[in-house]
């Protein structure tokens, strides 16, 4: 594969990555409106679990997804620290394997935290 097709590639995975964060986002939105407004201190206990277990299905997959898809990225810069007479921003991305090992961490630290907090939330 040519450096363009890397550097396509590369900009796909970034989108990966940014897509997989909509659906959790969008649930914790909910989940933080309902809390804000009390709505779980008067809901029933099937209610509780049903919206920590959809929390923790859609953040999940996306812990997934983007886990996936940080992992296709660091093979990727292989492939572009081989390619002959690289750009400076083939160089750039190259050297950013420790910048994607840091995003794979994080994803995973945060959605524990993040599941954590969705938790004190819905059950108080």
């Known amino acids: 594969m040519d450096e363009k097709g890397l550097l396509e590639l590369w900009n796909t995975k970034r989108s990966q990555i940014i897509k997989a964060q909509m659906a959790p986002n969008l649930m914790l939105i909910g989940i933080f409106v309902v809390a804000a407004f009390g ?4 809901a029933n206990d099937g209610t509780k679990y049903l919206a920590i277990g959809v929390a923790a299905a859609t953040g999940i997959l996306a812990i997934i997804t983007q886990y996936a898809a940080i992992r296709e990225a660091e093979v990727l ?12 921003l083939a160089k750039k991305i190259s050297e950013s394997r420790h910048l994607l090992s840091l ?22």
């Open 103 to 124: 995003s794979a961490i994080a994803i995973v630290g945060l959605g524990i935290a993040v599941f954590a907090l969705v938790v004190w939330a819905v059950l108080g």
């Open 77 to 88: 810069i292989i492939d572009l620290k081989r390619v002959e007479k690289p750009s400076e």
């Open 39 to 42: 709505k779980f201190e008067t």
